[in-house]
């Protein structure tokens, strides 16, 4: 309630205004359509507006009405007066109920029901008022005070439908493990219809003061929960975002159709969650878990809350194994382990979603669980990423959460939550999870589109002043458990979209600072022909080479420090005709180590391939061979290699140290493929 709002209502305390009267307003204003516009109409002088109120309303109104028109509070006037009304009530003693029916109630019935009433809550004043309402089919619903008590047929039939879809279901899981007969169905039908009797069930409610653009603002419910599930007479879900002194701001999860001001809702007890099962694993999902691949429902074993609490420190184990890209340039000076959060951001085509798909695709027979959450994207984009997870045999283990450009901002707002629920299922039971959130731009603006929606002060670049624990409450989530608590962990490959590679935007800055650091890819480099296009100055890894193999840490050696060098001196050099023979030198091994780090999409290296590689680069054993020969000389010595050092890929992969011997060995291998 603002200040005004609170004026108006002491001004109607101050003149002990009856509720007769405030019922007569209310008639008078709903019986003539127009008034209301008329009364706040800013063109209408206030002598005209006072001569059409002191016609029409009761005397002690009158000033009332007149001040609300001024102030251009029309509009909000049936709520002032129902906060009113609410005063009033408090203030008597009594409680005042609605009872909706289809038929009337007798006499008698009307009788036990203020004797319920009136002895449930305590209250010897009881104000009912009776309202015809087809749309429950049958029986009545009792709405006293937040309570209410609901025994219509509408709700009795919708609880049918849900037990028999649920039996439906458990039945055709039956029947794929023994053949099911069509009288397992009808002895179920028979069985619901015969224990079909609606029982009188309490629950908190509340009724919608106003409605638009998926908000609905409710008043009632004065001990629902932020984040908590609510629920609308039409049977759409929403989910608790603003807690105020008389009212809570929800966001609608599906279409208000079918919902109006005074439409009830009520409280579900449960917070916002996914279910979650195994059956997860191959299939494209919405924001809420619901499948839209056209591939059947998915059997729910438990129900985890898409907003959880982050481990604590003391449950955690360093992050000290590697979670291979399968990419040279990443595994080799970005290195990402187990539990880490690495931030992949650039502009927009730069190849970001390339790198978490290769990501991915490398986990292919590494016991790791994938799920791509797709934030704000086209369903188009979205399809082509499916089909190339598909492709590549990597969907048997992923799981693809879509909350689509056209989908409401609250279906982009949660699917990251969703979508880290499904990790962290995974998680309890000691799994190795990769989730890739592409991308936290569009999660952002989903956010500020719905906080301003909800009226909540904009800050800096319009966003709320808590978009930095949007993420942060997010990310934190992604940790390596120790072995008391699972031993599973989740690692967070989340995507910034920058403009014009502005890092020091507000949301790449918030990102960058949660995060456990950064992949940054340059558009200059991308349209140069170097995929991945990382920038290696700006690109950092906090975890280093404590996410690496002993081997991997050895065969790069110094690659970042000499492709630096290069950088450095190609500048310098570019205007240069005479080089001596170590800036040659120099200059021919930065080409070299650039061109191998090239990588085509969707082609990521094995383990002991990229350590083969990189060392037999660091130790200039590609020297003399030409820059455009190198792609086809490198696969050439790869199959070499396969075929007559197997022992030494079999050494590199079980223990992934690089000894001296094992050097030797490759190096007499790679001057065996020259000669």
């Known amino acids: 309630m603002n200040e005004k709002e609170k004026e108006l209502i002491n001004d109607l305390c101050r003149l002990e205004v009856s509720k007769t009267d405030v019922e007569d307003t209310r008639r008078i204003l709903a019986s003539c359509g127009d008034l209301a516009e008329t009364l706040g109409n800013p063109l209408v002088t206030n002598d005209e507006k006072r001569i059409v109120i002191e016609r029409l309303f009761p005397e002690n109104m009158r000033k009332f009405v007149l001040a609300t028109a001024r102030s251009g509070m029309i509009g909000q006037i049936?709520?002032?007066?129902?906060q009113y009304i609410d005063i009033l009530i408090e203030k008597e003693g009594s409680i005042r109920a609605?009872?909706?029916?289809?038929?009337?109630?007798?006499?008698?019935?009307?009788?036990?029901?203020r004797k319920f009433i009136t002895e449930k809550f305590n209250k010897d004043d009881v104000s009912i008022e009776y309202r015809r309402d087809p749309d429950i089919i049958g029986g009545f619903i009792l709405n006293a005070g937040d309570v209410e008590y609901d025994r219509s047929y509408r709700t009795g039939l919708r609880a049918m439908k849900e037990t028999l879809h649920s039996k439906a279901a458990r039945l055709s899981e039956g029947a794929k493990a023994e053949k099911s007969t069509s009288g397992d169905v009808i002895s179920v039908l028979r069985s619901e219809i015969r224990d079909f009797d609606v029982k009188s069930g309490a629950s908190e409610t509340g009724f919608i003061t106003a409605l638009g653009d998926g908000i609905a603002r409710v008043r009632g419910m004065n001990s629902v929960m932020y984040g908590e599930l609510v629920e609308f007479e039409t049977g759409i879900r929403g989910i608790v975002q603003n807690l105020e002194e008389r009212s809570v701001g929800v966001v609608l999860l599906g279409d208000d159709y079918g919902l109006t001001e005074g439409s009830s809702v009520s409280r579900t007890g449960k917070r916002a969650g996914v279910g979650?099962?195994?059956?997860?694993?191959?299939?494209?999902?919405?924001?809420?878990?619901?499948?839209?691949?056209?591939?059947?429902?998915?059997?729910?074993?438990?129900?985890?809350?898409?907003?959880?609490?982050?481990?604590?420190?003391?449950?955690r184990k360093p992050v000290n194994v590697p979670l291979q890209t399968g990419i040279l340039a990443i595994d080799s000076m970005f290195p990402i382990g187990r539990g880490q959060r690495e931030l992949i951001i650039g502009d927009r085509q730069t190849g970001k979603t390339s790198i978490a798909l290769d990501t991915i695709i490398n986990q292919k027979d590494k016991d790791v669980i994938c799920i791509y959450v797709a934030?704000?994207?086209?369903?188009?984009?979205?399809?082509?990423?499916?089909?190339?997870?598909?492709?590549?045999?990597?969907?048997?283990?992923?799981?693809?959460?879509?909350?689509?450009?056209?989908?409401?901002?609250?279906?982009?707002?949660?699917?990251?939550?969703s979508g880290t629920a499904m990790a962290e299922y995974f998680m309890s039971k000691g799994r190795d999870v990769l989730i890739v959130y592409d991308d936290l731009s569009k999660h952002a603006v989903a956010y500020r589109a719905m906080s301003l929606l909800l009226h909540r002060p904009p800050g800096r670049e319009a966003y709320p002043g808590d978009v930095f624990y949007l993420?942060?409450?997010?990310?934190?989530?992604?940790?390596?458990?120790?072995?008391?608590?699972?031993?599973?962990?989740?690692?967070a490959l989340p995507i910034i979209e920058t403009l014009a590679g502005d890092i020091s935007a507000y949301i790449p800055t918030n990102v960058i600072s949660i995060t456990d650091g950064q992949i940054f890819l340059e558009s200059e480099l991308f349209n140069s022909g170097l995929r991945p296009a990382v920038n290696y100055g700006l690109s950092v890894s906090r975890v280093g080479g404590a996410a690496?193999?002993?081997?991997?840490?050895?065969?790069?050696?110094?690659?970042?420090?000499?492709?630096a060098q290069f950088k450095e001196m190609e500048i310098f050099t570019q205007f240069s005709s005479e080089l001596d023979q170590s800036t040659t030198e120099l200059l021919e091994h930065g080409?070299?180590?650039?061109?191998?780090?090239?990588?085509?999409?969707?082609?990521?290296?094995?383990?002991?391939?990229?350590?083969?590689?990189?060392?037999?680069a660091q130790h200039d054993l590609f020297r003399g061979i030409p820059i455009n020969e190198l792609r086809d000389y490198r696969a050439d010595l790869m199959n070499y290699i396969r075929t007559y050092g197997q022992d030494i890929i079999e050494e590199i992969e079980s223990n992934k140290v690089l000894t001296d011997d094992l050097a030797d060995r490759i190096e007499r291998i790679v001057t065996a493929f020259e000669e």
Not at 98 to 113: I, K, M
């Open 78 to 82: 049936d709520e002032i007066l129902d």
């Open 98 to 113: 609605v009872v909706r029916y289809v038929t009337p109630l007798t006499e008698s019935q009307q009788a036990d029901l």
């Open 471 to 491: 993420h942060s409450r997010l990310l934190e989530r992604s940790s390596r458990l120790d072995d008391e608590h699972g031993g599973g962990s989740l690692t």
């Open 548 to 563: 690496q193999t002993k081997a991997m840490k050895k065969a790069a050696g110094n690659l970042r420090i000499d492709l």
């Open 276 to 315: 979650v099962s195994d059956a997860l694993l191959g299939r494209v999902v919405d924001a809420l878990g619901a499948p839209i691949d056209g591939m059947g429902t998915i059997a729910a074993e438990d129900y985890f809350p898409i907003e959880r609490e982050a481990p604590g420190v003391i449950e």
């Open 375 to 417: 934030i704000g994207q086209k369903s188009s984009t979205v399809a082509q990423v499916v089909n190339t997870l598909r492709k590549y045999g990597a969907m048997d283990y992923s799981v693809v959460v879509c909350a689509s450009a056209s989908d409401p901002a609250p279906f982009q707002y949660i699917a990251p939550y």
């Open 591 to 616: 080409h070299m180590l650039t061109e191998l780090l090239k990588q085509p999409l969707y082609n990521p290296l094995p383990h002991y391939e990229q350590v083969i590689l990189l060392y037999a």
